[in-house]
């Protein structure tokens, strides 16, 4: 059986004794901070399929995100029921919301893609990688190097990453997806 597989098959049939491990680490990582950079990534089985590498340029980061809704602090001043609310409606998904913060955190670096690690009753854990676009072992790597055109700029904020098409409905195409392009806000707009 291949390595990758292996890995694989571990992480959606996990054993007693690797059960104890991840509780371990959970432990841990909620002593860490938000967003921690790390030396090798945690699945790697599906790091490799979203892009990583071992190789200069790459970084890795965990990001961690609160669980449960989006809500303002309570409301202390007047207000009227129409016009605000406690809740956030936001339409952005929670991978999404760690990718824009690692992101935010590591400025010189364009978000590559990301991927869930673990989760508990109040967190979500995400590994983000990030490319050093100005890194010579990235321009001189052929299928890499396309991050460092301008037209890639801050590609996480702008909603081009994976998780960000996701979140947008840019999985579907056609029949029952007429509404989701150019996007939701501006469909049907001239």
């Known amino acids: ?26 432990i841990d990582w909620r002593t860490e901070p938000v ?10 089985d599906r790091a490799r399929s979203v892009g990583y590498r071992a190789k200069p340029g790459i970084i890795l980061v965990r990001q961690r995100v609160l ?41 010189n670096c364009e978000v590559l893609n990301s991927y869930y690690v673990a989760q508990d009753g109040k967190h979500y854990w995400y590994e983000v990688i990030l490319v050093d676009k100005h890194h010579p072992a990235i321009l001189a790597d052929p299928t890499l190097n396309w991050i460092a055109s301008p037209k890639h700029n801050k590609r996480v904020t702008r909603g081009l990453t994976s998780a960000a098409r996701k979140s947008r409905g840019l ?12 996007s939701k806000e501006h469909h049907g707009k001239h």
């Open 67 to 107: 669980r449960g809704g989006r809500q303002r602090p309570q409301i202390r001043a007047g207000r009227r029921s129409r016009h605000m609310r406690r809740m956030k409606v936001l339409s952005t998904n929670y991978q999404w919301v760690a990718e824009n913060r690692a992101g935010k955190l590591y400025s």
């Open 1 to 26: 059986m291949a390595l990758y597989k292996k890995i694989r098959e571990l992480w959606n049939k996990p054993t007693d004794e690797s059960a104890a491990i991840w509780n371990q680490r959970l």
């Open 171 to 182: 999985r579907r195409k056609g029949k029952g997806a007429e509404k989701v392009r150019p």
């Open 35 to 44: 967003s921690i950079r790390i030396e090798r990534p945690t699945r790697l």
